[in-house]
């Protein structure tokens, strides 16, 4: 047991087989104990699979010193899978273990060779964590076979004897069942005495039957597993850890947590100690309270024993005692963790041993109560009334217990005590103490087109705080300030460090920042309406793991341990501008993560301030789609651009009031800025031969809001030679199409994607509007309602609910027709009640919008004028209708959804005139 475990094979150096030849015997008789399985001795030339597994058969005896079994026949039918094939790894532990080599055979056809004898046997030390501190003694022979051909079948057996002396002859096994290539034949063995009882467990999901049968022999209890022909597991990436994709059969001689405890309660007992460890402890005394004697103790122990795993034999799970491990001044996080609890009960603290996992804190609930579901040991204090769980194998912890850092909240674990029953759970930090990562950029120009002062402040608090702690502590002063300056000249190659790195560091509170301050030429971009600085939140990239297809089976993990990070922005601009701009605000609501922005601009100061906070660790299968969309979104948010407008100038001759600027304006500008700055990135992209993919199609969409469809339609066809994923290109396409008012494309794109992601709500209203655009009225008024039932808002609801009612109207005007409507104050209630038979009147839907003012009040009279023309259009009144119509299109607000449709509706009437 150690800190971190792998299951990587690592580099091997090879060792002298004399010294592991007693370990292994070539050609040893199978044991009597086996129900052998020959299986098909032909190859299938049938299957195509790159490999196959014809057998896997796995036997266990359980008795003083228990045996495995293992007969494998391995079909490769591929080139690319004969090296893996024709070498076979098996790890064993010379301590407690030897292997009997049976039989190593190729098949060809009718023809057998022998390999018994004669394969090449090397012993490697597939040490694959001695870089981290981790020696576990473990040996892996490896077997080279020569001339392998494809259509051969590589079969050996082998029995491996032995069990490591620290499970005191408990018996505790789980063996993998599923497979990332076909199986034809699959079975697991377990024989034990009738006294001995042996509790199993199927763990993970995979796919198909397995037959068990269980029977009594000789005064054992055999217990047999079977299925086959298997289907491979497609695996899937980015899936948490304790979701497991191939099943497992765990079998465990334990059947509570208790004893598992008790167990361990044995290993971690102390009787004595040295004069040493009481020189420690009497150093310690004195503390002004019990939280500073943890305190003290806890950092004795990280920081003067270092880290080291001498994990072989039974010290895999048993610590070395403490006398032992203080002399050596090194130790693993079982040495370490015994260390600490000895000092703190000597100094009157209640504490305890912990077995946790640290490659899969939430697997040991779904378990057999087993030893072998931890790899890690930490501590458990009482103090003050208060538990908390210390990790000594950490470093650079200061400060209040409260206030330090946490990594394994909400990890399963098993507390070392008599009175433990049952697994306990790591639990959250307390708000006000839970990991921030912050960015704070401010800039001073005393001219808009001279030297920014730059400051930027990187803050940290928790588990970041000490992890940073500890970097600065392994660095020089010169790599930490290479370290931190990188970032900035990437984005402002002519930047000029003029301070720091200055580190102020609070080990109280547990937080630390670093402040760089620059001068920076020219760091505002000459445009055509005024000066624009584009900014990044850039300690909020990398922060998502996406899969290329977000049509999954598996959940989605949600990376990071980091619950909120924030990015400031302050601008000082010369005293000159004078800036009067609504306030902008935006959210994004994911079930698994919640972002926001705010964006003023008021004066001469403009800020930005981005926040991302995370919810769950894990996404949904059937949330993926929107939880990509919502990510794509953020972004978006992420990056950004303060534009300095040449009417803000005080000075400006043709000065205005930005206030003054109309909302069509202010869209058509952010579309064209949004057009410069996508170019900008196609051509970096295509300059780095990288995929420019979701620039393109980002503009496309503003060409096409912007009524360029030559361009958009450029951009499609660009779009058809990137790399990009088939359900993004899709969505991509249907937004493109139904922009440029192409609606039988944009409904067929639509189509197929929903036929792959059926839960999206925005795409089935899409495609209902398309088909509304069509005149395809049935078809409409289904896909709006798809669309209400999947969305997550109340106003994506209204919407759908509306466009619903005046398809079906407009499908039998004189349908009677009636919706459940909750209260509320949104005008949008009112705009539904008024496409129900005997519902509101035009001029009280109006006297809702009214009661809004600004850009609101635009947005919402263009959005009302369309649902009130389409009303007129159902009753008969064709010049009110138009005239509607024409006001919605002329409030010029080109991003809107509907605009497309209120353009399309405005020229019918105009011809129908």
Not at 374 to 397: C, E, M, S
Not at 675 to 694: D, V
Not at 738 to 756: H, M, T, Y
């Amino acid at each position: 047991m150690h800190a971190a475990q792998t299951d990587n094979p690592g580099t091997g150096k090879s060792q002298d087989p004399q010294r592991f030849e007693k370990n292994l015997t070539r050609g040893e008789a199978v044991p009597a104990w086996v129900e052998q399985d020959q299986g098909k001795q032909v190859a299938d030339a049938s299957i195509t699979a790159p490999l196959v597994i014809r057998l896997s058969d796995v036997q266990v005896y359980v008795d003083k010193q228990p045996g495995t079994y293992i007969h494998r026949m391995t079909q490769v039918n591929e080139a690319s899978m004969l090296t893996q094939v024709g070498r076979i790894e098996i790890p064993f532990h010379p301590e407690y273990q030897r292997v009997g080599l049976h039989s190593v055979r190729v098949l060809r056809g009718a023809t057998v060779f022998d390999k018994t004898t004669t394969a090449d046997i090397r012993y490697l030390q597939m040490e694959s964590d001695l870089d981290s501190g981790i020696f576990t003694g473990s040996v892996t022979a490896s077997i080279v076979i020569d001339d392998i051909r494809v259509g051969d079948i590589v079969d050996i057996a082998y029995t491996t004897t032995g069990q490591n002396p620290v499970f005191d002859g408990n018996f505790f096994q789980t063996m993998l069942w599923d497979n990332s290539f076909p199986t034809l034949r699959k079975r697991v063995r377990l024989s034990s005495p009738i006294s001995r009882p042996i509790n199993y467990r199927v763990i993970g999901q995979g796919n198909g039957a397995i037959q068990t049968r269980e029977e009594q022999v000789a005064g054992r209890k055999i217990m047999s597993f079977s299925a086959g022909p298997m289907k491979a597991i497609e695996y899937e990436p980015y899936v948490p850890s304790d979701v497991l994709q191939f099943r497992a059969i765990q079998f465990s001689e334990f059947s509570q947590w208790q004893q598992v405890s008790q167990w361990a309660q044995n290993l971690f007992d102390v009787s004595n100690t040295s004069a040493d460890v009481e020189k420690v402890v009497a150093g310690l005394r004195g503390a002004a309270n019990s939280d500073e004697t943890v305190q003290q103790a806890l950092a004795y122990v990280q920081n003067e024993i270092r880290y080291l795993s001498i994990s072989i034999g039974e010290n895999s799970h048993k610590p070395f005692p403490p006398d032992v491990v203080l002399s050596r001044r090194y130790g693993d996080c079982k040495d370490k963790s015994l260390l600490l609890v000895t000092i703190l009960r000597k100094l009157g603290i209640e504490a305890s041993p912990v077995l946790i996992s640290a490659t899969n804190p939430r697997l040991a609930g779904k378990m057999l109560p087993t030893p072998m579901a931890f790899d890690h040991a930490i501590v458990r204090a009482r103090v003050n009334g208060k538990t908390y769980y210390l990790d000594p194998t950490r470093a650079a912890q200061y400060g209040p217990l409260t206030n330090m850092g946490q990594v394994h909240e909400g990890a399963e674990v098993l507390v070392i005590q008599k009175e433990t029953r049952d697994l306990a759970t790591v639990p959250k930090k307390d708000e006000g103490t839970q990991t921030i990562n912050g960015r704070v950029e401010k800039i001073r120009l005393q001219k808009l087109d001279g030297l920014a002062d730059f400051q930027l402040i990187h803050q940290y608090s928790g588990v970041e705080a000490e992890q940073v702690r500890h970097y600065l502590a392994s660095q020089t002063r010169e790599q930490v300030k290479n370290g931190y300056i990188a970032s900035v000249l990437r984005r402002y190659p002519n930047a000029e460090l003029r301070s720091g790195p200055t580190v102020t560091d609070n080990r109280q509170a547990n937080t630390l920042n670093i402040e760089l301050n620059f001068q920076i030429p020219g760091m505002l971009e000459k445009t055509a309406a005024g000066w624009q600085l584009r900014y990044q939140a850039s300690n909020m990239r990398e922060r998502f793991v996406l899969p290329e297809n977000p049509k999954r089976t598996q959940p989605l993990v949600v990376a990071g341990l980091t619950p909120l990070i924030r990015y400031e922005l302050e601008i000082n601009l010369p005293e000159e501008i004078n800036a009067n701009y609504t306030p902008s605000t935006s959210k994004i609501d994911n079930p698994a993560f919640q972002a926001s922005e705010v964006l003023t601009f008021k004066g001469n100061v403009f800020r930005a301030s981005v926040e991302l906070r995370t919810l769950r660790d894990r996404v949904a299968p059937q949330e993926v789609v929107e939880y990509m969309a919502d990510t794509r979104k953020f972004g978006a948010m992420m990056e950004g651009a303060a534009n300095v407008r040449k009417t803000d100038v005080r000075e400006a001759a043709d000065r205005k009031p930005v206030a003054d600027l109309p909302l069509k304006q202010k869209i058509s500008e952010q579309l064209e800025e949004n057009i410069r700055s996508k170019t900008r990135l196609i051509n970096e992209a295509r300059a780095n031969s990288s995929n420019a993919g979701i620039a393109l199609c980002e503009r496309g969409l503003s060409y096409a809001r912007m009524g360029r469809k030559s361009e958009a339609n450029a951009d499609l066809q660009a779009l058809q030679k990137e790399a990009l994923d088939a359900q993004v290109l899709l969505r991509c396409r249907a937004k493109i199409y139904f922009a440029i008012g192409d609606f039988k494309n944009s409904e067929s794109d639509a189509g197929r994607l929903l036929a792959q992601a059926p839960a999206d709500g925005d795409v089935h209203m899409l495609r209902g509007m398309s088909l509304f655009a069509l005149a395809k009225w049935r078809e409409a008024a289904d896909s709006f309602a798809l669309s209400f039932d999947q969305s997550n808002t109340s106003h994506a609801k209204l919407r759908a609910n509306i466009l619903r009612q005046l398809a079906l109207k407009r499908q039998n005007p004189q349908a009677t027709l009636a919706s459940t409507i909750d209260s509320g104050d949104d005008w949008l209630y009112d705009m539904l009640a008024a496409t129900n038979t005997g519902g509101k009147s035009e001029d009280q839907v109006l006297h809702q919008v009214h009661k809004r003012t600004g850009d609101e009040l635009d947005a919402a009279l263009a959005e009302a004028y369309f649902y009130i023309a389409q009303l007129n259009i159902i009753n008969g009144n064709k010049i009110k209708a138009m005239v509607y119509m024409q006001r919605s299109v002329e409030k010029g607000i080109l991003t809107a959804e509907y605009r497309p449709l209120a353009e399309l509706e405005a020229e019918r009437l105009k011809k129908n005139k």
